[in-house]
């Protein structure tokens, strides 16, 4: 029988999106219908991956830009405190409810499957009994950190809430190997291959040094400090034996960045897919969605945490020994030196995507889930 599955995103991107996505797929494929809801702006997005979308509410961005400016220069508990309590816990769901209260009511979901950071529909799928579960999106102990520091700002919207989404099905691609989960119902997913399209123009003519690809996702470009990293960056590797690929994200302008050195090309967006299949390396900031990805190609990482996560991210994926952790853009290249001069890191990754491979598809997780919800 066809169920109308849900999906709630909240601020954040395609980093936020993204993994709802191969659920939707899933279900779609079986007949389901779906409905993707989150702030306007994810509104293209969505709609590019041929998903009907439904615009809730969002707060202001004068709200917001005080709130991300501040995550990368106070203590890591300020900056969970502002993230998840303030930003995502309060300001995020209170905009979205009402959106949120009015679709449950007139669409009736069977299943809302919502991404960690989007609390609105918990608060009122659970209170009108509707199943959820949690799509990950980063380490199962983050994400509990955050249902934990959020707690206050939920339990104004639904008092219970927080013990209520620690008990909701928690479904994560990342291998138990580098993701232990103390979520009591975890069910983990491998993420179906991309197709890798068109190989990569050739931007570097004549040079055949090891293809790096280096990015700090897209939610840096929103911040005033985003020249400065990826310019420290650039100058890191500049005229070292390497290709490097580096995309910004489309919130800053390229010339912005002055000259680049001819090893290095800058592009605002390129398919991931496209380079983890020809690349040697990943130099990124730790963001879930591209360490998932560099780890699901067996691809070695050297890792450049600046906030939120990607901190924990990173000292778990350089545990396992697939990735390196540096203190900064200005020194990339020593990791990039010792990753490349050693098999282990490879080794690892190769290892890692191995055990991610064999974890059952979207499809198999969502039948799972489904016939919990009957």
């Not at 306007?40 to 809730?56: E, I, K, N, Q, S």
């Not at 303030?86 to 409810?97: K, N, P, S, Y």
Request: proline content about 8%; overall charge negative.
């Amino acid at each position: 029988m066809a169920a109308r599955i849900l999906a709630a995103c909240s601020l954040g991107g395609a980093s936020h999106l993204n993994p709802l996505l191969p659920f939707l797929a899933a279900a779609r494929a079986r007949g389901h219908e779906t409905l993707v809801i989150g702030p306007p702006a994810l509104g293209d997005m969505v709609t590019r991956t041929g998903f009907t979308f439904h615009a809730g509410g969002e707060p202001d961005e004068a709200e917001i830009a005080p709130i991300r400016e501040q995550l990368p220069v106070v203590s890591r508990e300020e900056a969970s405190v502002l993230g998840n309590r303030e930003l995502f816990g309060r300001l995020a769901t209170t905009a979205m409810l009402p959106a949120m209260s009015h679709l449950v009511d007139e669409w009736r979901p069977d299943l809302v499957l919502r991404e960690p950071c989007e609390y609105a529909s918990a608060v009122v799928a659970i209170g009108r009994g509707v199943p959820t579960a949690q799509v990950a999106i980063s380490l199962a102990d983050v994400e509990v950190g955050s249902i934990t520091v959020a707690g206050p700002a939920l339990e104004e919207h639904r008092a219970g809430l927080t013990d209520e989404l620690r008990a909701s099905p928690y479904l994560t691609r990342f291998p138990a190997s580098v993701d232990p989960s103390s979520f009591t119902a975890t069910r983990r997913y491998h993420e179906p291959p991309a197709d890798e399209g068109a190989p990569l123009p050739d931007w570097w003519p004549r040079s055949d040094g090891p293809l790096v690809y280096l990015t700090f996702g897209t939610v840096l470009g929103h911040m005033s400090m985003a020249r400065s990293v990826f310019r420290t960056a650039i100058d890191a590797l500049a005229d070292l034996p390497l290709r490097v690929l580096l995309t910004i994200g489309h919130r800053l302008d390229p010339d912005a960045l002055g000259a680049v050195p001819a090893n290095v090309h800058v592009e605002c967006w390129v398919d991931q897919a496209h380079v983890f299949a020809v690349a040697d390396l990943v130099v990124c900031h730790g963001g879930s969605g591209t360490t998932y990805g560099a780890l699901a190609a067996g691809l070695p990482l050297v890792l450049v945490p600046i906030f939120a996560d990607q901190f924990e991210n990173s000292k778990r994926v350089s545990a396992a020994g697939a990735a390196i952790t540096v203190d900064g853009p200005d020194v990339i290249a020593e990791g990039i030196g010792a990753v490349l001069d050693s098999v282990t890191y490879r080794d690892r990754a190769r290892a890692i995507a191995a055990e991610v491979a064999a974890a059952p598809s979207p499809d198999e997780v969502l039948d799972e889930v489904l016939s919990g919800v009957g």
